[in-house]
DNA sequence: CGGTTAATTAACCATATAGTAAATTAATAG
DNA sequence: CTATTAATTTACTATATGGTTAATTAACCG
């Protein structure tokens, strides 16, 4: 398990439940039992979903009476979209080719009329 | 190991080598050696790193000759790019929200002149 | 206080990962 | 054909992950 925050962030989001978890969260803070309840699956396993989760910075808690309120923090998202956004070009350019291509092809049928 | 496309695509990119290994691909293809060359690490351990990306089609391979030239295949890049932009709008509410509190900063400053 | 609800911790299990060293395959070079 | 180079496969290790059940902690309610 390498320790580097990008790495932590990825491996958080390498799982559906977890990624379902952040979803939850999207429309505001949860409890633990409410985030558990569309899952088959017990209460520790989602707490350790939420260790993950906190562990990459990606939900923060806090304590209401005997509830653990979770919420969405979305800077590490950030930090992947910035990472992702030095290969933007590489889809992009293939997307060019792929209009290029098209394009050819469109032409070929123009001449072929 | 969750077996959805994107599970397998962040689980691939989780890992500091890996994610160095695709960051050496964009500047063209390169041999298993090439891309094994930067690291302390043995060849056995760079194929298995090779094989989590390609099952992942972060990377391509072919056959010249004795060599297995890899070359970036950009799209699972893409399909994560697509999925963060669901969260873009919390990272930039967040922006708007302290932007907003800097204006009232600032507004409140001039109001003590 | 005693009971209930929310959540975590502890102990355990099966499987996956990340690495190694040694053996094997595949193609080239002489 | 033989030796060499590139890369993979096999067999093995240690550790991590994702889940379980049972026990424990923490705060509320009457």
Redesign the interface.
Known sequence: M?S?P???T??A????TR?AI??SL?TGQKTVSDLAEPFDMTMPAITKHLKVLEKAKLIERSREAQYRPCR?Q??P??D??E??S???K??EE?FERLEEYLQQLQTKEKNDE
């Open positions: 390498p580097d990008l790495s932590y990825f491996h989001l390498a799982d559906p990624r952040l979803a999207t969405l979305p800077e998202l950030k992947i979209d990472w992702i030095e290969y933007r590489f889809w293939s």
